[in-house]
């Protein structure tokens, strides 16, 4: 069977930090997006995270209202997956969680064209894991596409391709990115890919610095930002991701190499399960106001 290569129409599935931000920069770059969230409040949240980026341009006069009618037009959402069958391709963005994965990838086999392209944009999991379970005539239609955030400011995206994926799928995956404005970069199907397998240690180095008392939140964020030049410190960014994200990660990675620098901290396991999460639920290393990051909180 032949791939669509005529893609018009994305399926987000998971609208929340990352889904929403892939709908946003598709609809922006003419692609008609119809995003699928578990319930009616989380996919309010998910479309009025991406109308709240829509509103700034407009204030800033970098979008005019005509433009984001246009895109509210483009912009779909559902609860339903029945809804994402005209869908040419998918990309899934619901919580790092394996088992959530798979009963995802199962749905989708159920409700899609065969020839549907179907991707994950998971931070660590292995592609091939996640397709197992699937019929053969899909693999070859399956990759993944692993978006940075926040996705409309990051220009990177990482397609993984497996052994299964077809090269009409992945030429189709880097035209799309193109398309989006992004620059493709192929990453292989190895838990992490490429940034995740060196930033995540990194991570959670800082985070483990944080457990033993090295330094005070704001000294260790203050360090690798004013002495290594980074766009912002590592716990300013853990929190960014979400430490839900981190750990979940983390612990895929870990159990993949079996090296201790990719062991979650203690730490951060405390903080998830106190329901700290980072930016997403308003205190984690800091005290969040919506986007605006405020003071260390006391650890
Ligand atoms: N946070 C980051 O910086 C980042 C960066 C790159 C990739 N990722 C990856 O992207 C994926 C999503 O991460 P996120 O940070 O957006 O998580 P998130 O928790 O912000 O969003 C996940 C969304 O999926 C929804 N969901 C759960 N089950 C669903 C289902 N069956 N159908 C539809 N929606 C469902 C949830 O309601 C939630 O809104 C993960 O695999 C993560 O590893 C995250």
Not at 59 to 69: I, P, Q, T
Not at 145 to 153: M, Q, Y
Not at 163 to 172: R, Y
Request: a negative charge; glycine letters at 8%; one cysteine or more.
């Amino acid at each position: 069977m032949d791939i669509n290569t005529d893609i018009t129409t994305i399926g987000i599935v998971g609208c929340g930090l990352m889904g929403a931000g892939i709908a946003q920069v598709a609809v922006e770059a003419g692609f008609k997006v119809v995003a699928k969230e578990i319930d009616q409040a989380s996919l309010d949240r998910g479309l009025a995270r991406i109308h709240v980026q829509w509103d700034k341009a407009v204030g800033k006069g970098k979008r005019s209202l005509d433009e984001v009618a246009l895109f509210n037009a483009r912009l779909q959402g559902t609860l339903s997956w029945s809804s994402l069958s005209d869908c040419e391709l998918i990309i899934e963005a619901v919580p790092e969680i394996l088992s959530l994965k798979l009963a995802t990838f199962k749905e989708l086999d159920r409700c899609l064209a065969p020839s549907t392209v179907i991707c994950s944009n998971t931070s660590s999991i292995s592609i091939t894991e996640l397709i197992a379970g699937l019929g053969p005539d899909r693999h070859p239609f399956t990759a993944g596409l692993h978006f940075f955030n926040p996705v409309s400011a990051m220009p990177l995206v990482e397609i993984i391709r497996t052994v299964l994926s077809s090269a009409d799928t992945i030429a189709a995956l880097q035209a799309f990115v193109k398309k989006i404005g992004k620059t493709p970069v192929l990453a292989p199907d190895s838990p992490g890919f490429i940034v995740n397998r060196l930033l995540v240690p990194f991570l959670l180095d800082a985070i483990r610095a944080r457990e033993q008392q090295l330094a005070s939140t704001a000294d260790i964020d203050a360090g690798m930002k004013l002495g290594c030049g980074h766009p912002m410190g590592p716990l300013h960014l853990a929190d960014f991701i979400g430490l839900d994200t981190i750990a979940n990660v983390a612990d895929v990675m870990f159990e993949a190499f079996g090296e201790p620098r990719f062991k979650a901290p203690s730490l951060v396991k405390q903080l998830v399960a106190a329901g700290r999460l980072g930016r997403k639920s308003g205190l984690g290393f800091y005290r969040w106001e919506g986007e605006t990051r405020m003071e260390p909180i006391a650890l």
